[in-house]
């Protein structure tokens, strides 16, 4: 899932660079409210822990060997912020030291492979876990569960991002300047290593190394297992500072689902085109989606593209070319899309939040 | 024998990665035209040629580019056999069988038909597919230059003189050194196991040894910090970072500086 | 006017997660003493060291620092601390643990830095201990380029850099082969013979007579014994119940005899 110099471009990199140094920077400051002279060798030294793990070779079913990524354990183990840190010092390391993985693309692999799989690792597993025993056989299902889910979904984010490349960066003849395939090939072909060997490794360790712990060191699995008196009231004391932060967010999460919806909504309102007005944009708008309007056979158009197409279709002819473009509608879509999962991991979160005070009362 | 046993190849995997480590400290070593420079002025400059490979839209340019990195890996005595077979084949590999049906998928102005099927080549499939084979290429040509031409320390250095947090500064530094403790740590494990494991191992008693070997790796790890953590401590370390740094750009390393920076504006202008 | 002795530690308990590690210990050690702290594995020898180095703090009794107690408020005082910090230095059995810096140099630098030193003195400091430790050569060289013997004096000049009047030693010569713990000894002896105040623990008997002018026999978390090297090392019942050798019972045709018998293991396995 490492991304290599050359498939992304500069502007993709460095949207992805910003994204992942927003990440970092989140990151460092949730950690610097613990003691950071123990950050320091503890990150480093877990960094390097997933490091090594991500070379072990693992025997998977069917005779062949996977290799995991070490995001779970990190983020079960150290938290999310922590995971973050320790997953992109790895990989970091990886590529200035090792030369895999590029340079221009290390924000893009840190942010797939460090910041959404740790989320998703971590939410999961909490989710999943949430309440069961530091020894029960949940919490192994759980870490199998979550990291199957987080490395697909690392790999999901990068297939869109290689997904979205032809059609926003191609030449005036409509050849593709990056990754030359669409959303409709690059998901899948992404994905179906992902969704079998990759997420099966990552899920095997993931399991073995918590029904390991549960064994062997079970404080470790302290830290996000929900149960120990600190953390409860720590989190007792706390809402009011995070409660604020997270109207904040979900407000950010409604706007980002509710913009594209809107404009779907207004556009249905004012749209009445004439027949003369759509070959116009249809002309417009020729080069710019050449890949996603092509009738090529073997490319069937994916969801998204449909999706993007909804939502720019709408406008009426005398809004800005750049609406009307896909690239505008991916965006749109990506916007939507951003915007469901923060409302969806609220409402889990919510979720587990209620479970317990019923329990507790 | 169909299997030379997953624990053969991971610790196989060990011992290259730590080969590479040190033909990159003895290629950082030598006297070459990459080495002279300040490492500032290393990193710096081959991300510029990273970025051009980036930017250039125009085939040519990129080949261009591809032969400067060529020359500047002679002048640093990277030897280009290395760099085939470290670099070159397996990127040709890797992105290869990317970039092959995109012949094909790629939608535009057909070159050939294949006899009644739904299957033609274009033209722009046939330059999307070069294209991207000789961007990754060529990007990942300078990205190794800059791993083999200078050893790490020197990277750790000039990254603390960019303004990075020195945060992660020292996380990465204490992560790679780290890194090669574990390795000989989980090796020797390996190894031991290895000795005491008569016949094949089969798919599932294998993947409990891979998570128990992780997970006796995770505890020494925790183990590990506690312990650097104190003697962290004991040497007055206090979560502040303080780190010395002494470098002095001579006339020769802005005439380099000046040079990446020319090359690759220039690169980036004509491929735009 | 009296002077308070170096270390006072009166009644002093600690625990691991429950499990006692220093039961009731009660001690002084004065100013320039060289003393060996004597006992077999899990006797409480690190632990106390670490006691005394302000890394752990007892859950019941007091530590004092020439008169000063040590407590995690004292050390949290940045003034204190680093002078504490600069006077005191523990060598960590481990020098993996010790040794967290990319290169030799910036392992030695980092004590300095954290004592906010100027840039001058620290490298003028630093070129200095590196001589005299002869490690000048290895300036450069990242940790896992270094013998064991190697990494043990890099520990070493990474403490005595900051011309500490304290020495704690944790098992220095445990792991070395015989020339390096030739070497480490020898330093030992040149402390002892100075104003320095230098704590070794160690189970090796043998080397006892050189490092120290008294002997503390660690026995179940408390002093057992304090006496001059050569009065512990006659007296076999307290070093066989201190668990320092061990009756040795064999045969010779008919007759069985049973005689003390010196552990000197020149391996020291430690499991986690």
Same mark, same amino acid.
């Given at each position: 899932?490492?991304i290599?110099d050359?498939?992304l471009?500069?502007?993709? !990199?460095a949207?992805?660079y910003?994204?992942?140094?927003?990440?970092?920077?989140?990151?460092?400051?949730r950690l610097?409210?613990?003691?950071?002279?123990?950050?320091?060798?503890?990150?480093?030294?877990?960094a390097?822990?997933s490091f090594?793990?991500?070379?072990?070779?693992l025997p998977?079913?069917?005779?062949?060997?996977?290799h995991?990524?070490g995001?779970?354990?990190?983020?079960?183990?150290l938290?999310?912020?922590g995971?973050?840190?320790?997953?992109?010092?790895a990989?970091?390391?990886?590529?200035?030291?090792?030369?895999?993985?590029g340079?221009?693309?290390?924000?893009?692999? !840190?942010?797939?492979m460090?910041?959404?799989?740790s989320?998703?690792? %971590?939410?999961? %597993?909490?989710?999943?876990a949430?309440g069961a025993?530091?020894g029960?056989k949940?919490?192994?299902?759980a870490?199998a569960?979550?990291?199957?889910?987080?490395?697909?979904?690392a790999?999901?984010i990068a297939?869109?991002?290689?997904?979205?490349?032809?059609?926003?960066?191609?030449?005036?003849?409509?050849?593709?300047l990056?990754?030359?395939?669409?959303?409709?090939?690059a998901?899948?072909?992404?994905?179906?290593g992902?969704?079998?060997?990759a997420g099966?490794a990552?899920?095997?360790?993931?399991?073995?190394?918590v029904?390991?712990?549960?064994?062997?060191?079970p404080t470790?699995?302290?830290n996000?297992a929900?149960?120990?008196p600190?953390?409860?009231?720590?989190?007792?004391?706390?809402?009011a500072?995070?409660?604020s932060?997270r109207r904040?967010?979900m407000?950010?999460?409604?706007?980002?689902?509710?913009?594209?919806?809107?404009?779907l909504?207004?556009?249905k309102?004012?749209?009445e085109?004439?027949?003369?007005?759509?070959?116009?944009?249809?002309?417009a708008?020729q080069?710019a989606?050449?890949?996603?309007d092509s009738?090529?056979?073997?490319a069937?158009p994916a969801?998204?593209?449909?999706?993007?197409?909804?939502?720019?279709?709408?406008?009426?002819?005398?809004?800005?070319?750049?609406?009307?473009?896909?690239?505008?509608g %991916?965006?749109?879509?990506?916007?939507?899309a951003?915007?469901?999962?923060?409302?969806?991991?609220?409402?889990?979160?919510?979720?587990?939040?209620?479970r317990?005070?019923?329990?507790?009362? | &024998?169909a299997?030379?046993?997953?624990l053969?190849?991971t610790?196989?995997?060990?011992t290259?990665?730590?080969a590479?480590a &040190?033909?990159?400290?003895q290629i950082?070593?030598q006297?070459?035209?990459?080495q002279?420079?300040?490492?500032?002025?290393?990193v710096?400059?081959l991300?510029?040629m990273?970025?051009?490979?980036?930017?250039?839209r125009?085939?040519?340019?990129?080949?261009a580019?591809?032969?400067?990195?060529?020359?500047?890996?002679?002048?640093?005595?990277?030897?280009?056999?290395m760099?085939?077979?470290?670099?070159w084949?397996v990127v040709?590999?890797f992105?290869?069988?990317?970039?092959?049906?995109?012949?094909?998928?790629?939608?535009?102005?057909?070159?050939?038909?294949f006899a009644?099927?739904?299957?033609?080549?274009?033209v722009?499939?046939?330059q999307?597919?070069?294209?991207?084979i000789?961007?990754v290429?060529?990007a990942?040509?300078?990205t190794s230059?800059?791993?083999l031409?200078?050893?790490?320390?020197?990277?750790?250095?000039?990254?603390?003189?960019?303004?990075?947090?020195?945060?992660?500064?020292?996380?990465?530094?204490m992560?790679?050194?780290?890194?090669?403790?574990?390795?000989e740590?989980?090796?020797?494990?390996?190894?031991?196991?290895?000795?005491?494991?008569? =016949?094949?191992?089969?798919?599932?008693?294998g993947?409990?040894?891979?998570?128990?070997?992780a997970?006796?790796?995770?505890?020494?790890?925790?183990?590990?910090?506690?312990?650097?953590?104190?003697? &962290?401590?004991?040497?007055g370390?206090r979560?502040?970072?303080r780190?010395?740094?002494?470098?002095? &750009?001579?006339?020769?390393d802005?005439?380099?500086l000046?040079?990446?920076?020319a090359?690759?504006?220039?690169s980036a202008?004509? =491929?735009r | 006017?009296?002077?308070?002795?170096?270390?006072?530690l009166?009644?002093?308990y600690?625990?691991?997660?429950?499990i006692p590690?220093?039961?009731?210990l009660s001690v002084q050690?004065?100013?320039?003493?060289?003393?060996?702290?004597?006992?077999?594995?899990?006797?409480? $020898?690190?632990?106390?060291?670490?006691?005394?180095?302000?890394?752990?703090f007892?859950?019941?009794?007091q530590?004092?620092f020439?008169g000063?107690?040590?407590?995690?408020?004292?050390?949290h005082?940045?003034?204190?601390?680093?002078?504490?910090?600069r006077r005191?230095?523990?060598v960590f059995?481990n020098?993996?643990v010790?040794?967290?810096?990319?290169?030799?140099?910036?392992?030695?630098?980092?004590?300095?830095?954290?004592?906010?030193?100027?840039k001058?003195e620290?490298?003028?400091?630093?070129s200095a201990?590196?001589?005299l430790m002869g490690?000048?050569?290895l300036?450069?060289?990242?940790p896992?380029?270094l013998?064991g013997?190697? $990494?043990k004096?890099?520990a070493?000049?990474?403490?005595?850099v900051?011309?500490?009047?304290?020495?704690?030693?944790?098992?220095?010569?445990s792991?070395?082969d015989?020339?390096?713990?030739s070497?480490?000894?020898d330093?030992?002896?040149?402390?002892?013979?100075?104003?320095k105040?230098?704590?070794?623990?160690?189970?090796?008997?043998e080397?006892?007579?050189?490092i120290?002018s008294r002997?503390?026999?660690?026995?179940?978390?408390?002093?057992?014994?304090?006496a001059?090297?050569?009065?512990i090392?006659?007296?076999?019942?307290?070093?066989?119940?201190?668990?320092l050798?061990?009756a040795?019972r064999?045969?010779?045709?008919?007759?069985?005899?049973?005689h003390?018998?010196?552990?000197?293991?020149? $391996?020291?396995?430690?499991?986690?």
């Amino acid at each position: 899932m490492h991304i290599p110099d050359g498939y992304l471009s500069p502007s993709t !990199c460095a949207v992805l660079y910003a994204a992942a140094i927003a990440g970092w920077y989140s990151a460092l400051k949730r950690l610097k409210r613990m003691l950071l002279s123990r950050v320091v060798p503890l990150i480093s030294v877990f960094a390097a822990f997933s490091f090594v793990v991500m070379m072990f070779n693992l025997p998977l079913p069917g005779g062949t060997t996977g290799h995991a990524l070490g995001v779970t354990i990190s983020a079960i183990v150290l938290g999310p912020s922590g995971a973050v840190l320790a997953i992109s010092i790895a990989l970091a390391i990886q590529a200035l030291f090792f030369g895999d993985g590029g340079i221009s693309t290390l924000g893009a692999n !840190c942010f797939n492979m460090a910041i959404v799989a740790s989320l998703v690792a %971590y939410a999961s %597993y909490r989710l999943i876990a949430a309440g069961a025993a530091i020894g029960s056989k949940r919490r192994v299902a759980a870490a199998a569960i979550a990291g199957y889910l987080a490395v697909n979904a690392a790999a999901l984010i990068a297939a869109i991002e290689f997904g979205i490349q032809p059609a926003l960066f191609h030449d005036a003849r409509g050849m593709p300047l990056y990754a030359p395939y669409p959303l409709g090939i690059a998901v899948p072909a992404m994905m179906i290593g992902h969704l079998t060997l990759a997420g099966a490794a990552e899920a095997a360790i993931s399991a073995g190394l918590v029904a390991y712990l549960q064994a062997a060191d079970p404080t470790l699995l302290r830290n996000t297992a929900g149960v120990l008196p600190a953390t409860e009231t720590a989190s007792a004391l706390m809402p009011a500072a995070t409660t604020s932060l997270r109207r904040l967010w979900m407000a950010v999460a409604l706007l980002m689902v509710l913009t594209p919806l809107g404009i779907l909504a207004a556009g249905k309102a004012w749209g009445e085109w004439s027949p003369s007005e759509l070959a116009m944009r249809q002309s417009a708008g020729q080069t710019a989606s050449a890949a996603g309007d092509s009738v090529a056979p073997s490319a069937p158009p994916a969801g998204m593209q449909r999706l993007a197409k909804l939502w720019t279709a709408p406008f009426p002819a005398y809004a800005p070319s750049f609406v009307k473009s896909a690239r505008f509608g %991916y965006l749109l879509s990506a916007m939507f899309a951003v915007g469901i999962l923060v409302l969806v991991s609220f409402a889990a979160q919510f979720w587990v939040q209620r479970r317990r005070e019923v329990r507790h009362s | &024998m169909a299997r030379a046993g997953f624990l053969t190849s991971t610790m196989l995997g060990f011992t290259r990665a730590l080969a590479r480590a &040190m033909v990159s400290e003895q290629i950082a070593r030598q006297a070459g035209l990459l080495q002279s420079l300040d490492p500032r002025v290393r990193v710096i400059g081959l991300f510029t040629m990273v970025l051009a490979v980036l930017l250039s839209r125009r085939i040519a340019v990129i080949v261009a580019l591809f032969f400067v990195a060529v020359i500047i890996a002679i002048l640093s005595r990277v030897g280009v056999g290395m760099l085939v077979k470290r670099v070159w084949l397996v990127v040709l590999g890797f992105t290869g069988v990317i970039a092959f049906p995109a012949i094909f998928l790629t939608p535009g102005d057909p070159v050939a038909a294949f006899a009644g099927g739904p299957l033609r080549i274009t033209v722009q499939g046939v330059q999307t597919a070069t294209l991207l084979i000789a961007r990754v290429e060529t990007a990942v040509t300078f990205t190794s230059l800059l791993v083999l031409c200078t050893p790490w320390t020197h990277v750790l250095k000039a990254l603390r003189t960019f303004r990075l947090p020195q945060e992660a500064v020292m996380l990465l530094a204490m992560t790679h050194r780290y890194i090669f403790l574990l390795v000989e740590t989980a090796g020797q494990m390996f190894e031991s196991r290895q000795s005491r494991t008569v =016949g094949l191992l089969k798919g599932a008693a294998g993947r409990r040894i891979t998570a128990r070997s992780a997970g006796v790796l995770l505890s020494k790890s925790i183990e590990l910090s506690n312990e650097v953590y104190l003697a &962290m401590q004991s040497r007055g370390f206090r979560g502040e970072i303080r780190i010395l740094s002494d470098f002095h &750009m001579r006339s020769w390393d802005y005439l380099g500086l000046a040079a990446f920076l020319a090359a690759g504006s220039l690169s980036a202008w004509v =491929g735009r | 006017m009296a002077m308070p002795p170096m270390f006072e530690l009166r009644d002093v308990y600690f625990e691991y997660d429950g499990i006692p590690a220093l039961h009731g210990l009660s001690v002084q050690i004065a100013e320039g003493e060289s003393v060996a702290l004597l006992g077999a594995n899990g006797s409480g $020898k690190s632990t106390l060291l670490r006691i005394l180095d302000a890394l752990y703090f007892p859950s019941r009794g007091q530590v004092c620092f020439s008169g000063q107690p040590l407590t995690p408020e004292a050390l949290h005082q940045e003034e204190f601390a680093l002078s504490f910090r600069r006077r005191v230095a523990l060598v960590f059995q481990n020098p993996d643990v010790q040794l967290f810096n990319p290169t030799v140099f910036d392992e030695v630098a980092f004590g300095p830095l954290q004592m906010q030193w100027s840039k001058e003195e620290v490298l003028s400091r630093v070129s200095a201990t590196m001589e005299l430790m002869g490690i000048a050569h290895l300036r450069d060289r990242p940790p896992y380029r270094l013998s064991g013997g190697e $990494k043990k004096r890099v520990a070493l000049a990474s403490v005595i850099v900051l011309d500490p009047d304290v020495l704690l030693l944790d098992e220095p010569t445990s792991t070395l082969d015989p020339r390096s713990q030739s070497q480490v000894i020898d330093l030992i002896q040149d402390w002892k013979g100075s104003s320095k105040t230098v704590i070794t623990a160690t189970h090796q008997l043998e080397i006892v007579d050189d490092i120290a002018s008294r002997v503390l026999v660690l026995e179940e978390g408390r002093v057992g014994a304090t006496a001059a090297p050569a009065e512990i090392l006659a007296n076999y019942e307290l070093l066989l119940r201190a668990n320092l050798v061990h009756a040795h019972r064999h045969s010779h045709g008919t007759i069985t005899h049973s005689h003390p018998h010196l552990h000197s293991h020149s $391996k020291h396995e430690h499991e986690h």
